[in-house]
């Protein structure tokens, strides 16, 4: 896909956007798909301080840090982006979404490939992390504030500290294009609720010894 393709897509998903214009010159999340196209090519062919000159200055100007190893597929939206981190090693499909404050990145336990795999279609809510030589399969739902430590399978939704699924979704439409992050189950409502109904049949049965 080419740049004016990727900043075609922001257009699309972004209903704050108004112009291609707009994008091309305003935009943090395409200003540095830029600079990364350039970084990764330079990182492809050894030239590893020029890349990472580049890569710094791309960060210096949006906020966004992508090291110039990392692999990004076409599509890749970008919302905010201010505070994003995304790792050497980290392998991102098509058509992802991800929002600002978000880290790709390792546990520090791991050598050689040591940062999540992205399938197609996913999108990774604001503030979440996704540590280690993970995969997360395509289609998958990643909300909010997780932290997500273990592989995902496709077409899941994942929330909490650690990151647990929620929901499975089925063939519903990619989440990377409809940007939905409200519907999504409260884990920790849904514990607590399990732990209430726990109590009170332990309460129950207590009361039935006592009679």
Excluded at 63 to 82: C, N, Q, T, V
Excluded at 124 to 149: D, F, H, K, M, Y
Excluded at 170 to 181: A, F, I, K, N, T
Aim: glycine share 10%.
């Amino acid at each position: 896909m080419s740049l004016l393709s990727d900043a075609r897509n922001i257009l699309s998903k972004d209903p704050a956007a108004r112009s291609l214009v707009e994008v091309v010159l305003l935009y943090p999340g395409f200003k540095i798909l830029v600079y990364h196209r350039i970084a990764h090519w330079l990182y492809q062919r050894r030239r590893f301080f020029l890349a990472r000159w580049v890569s710094q200055r791309g960060r210096r100007k949006t906020g966004i840090e992508i090291h110039p190893g990392a692999k990004i597929g076409s599509g890749l939206f970008i919302d905010h982006g201010m505070g994003i981190v995304i790792g050497e090693t980290t392998e991102i499909g098509d058509n992802c979404t991800i929002y600002h404050q978000v880290t790709l990145g390792g546990t520090g336990k791991d050598t050689g490939k040591r940062h999540p795999t992205i399938g197609d279609n996913v999108l990774i809510g604001a503030g979440a992390s996704v540590l280690g030589p993970v995969l997360i399969g395509s289609n998958t739902r990643i909300a909010a504030g997780s932290v997500v430590l273990t592989c995902l399978p496709e077409r899941v939704t994942a929330a909490g500290v650690p990151a647990h699924i929620v929901s499975v979704d089925g063939e519903r439409v990619h989440p990377s294009d409809d940007l939905d992050q409200r519907n999504i189950p409260d884990l920790l409502a849904r514990r607590l609720r399990e732990i209430d109904s726990r109590l009170q049949a332990l309460e129950g049965d207590k009361t039935d010894s006592e009679q």
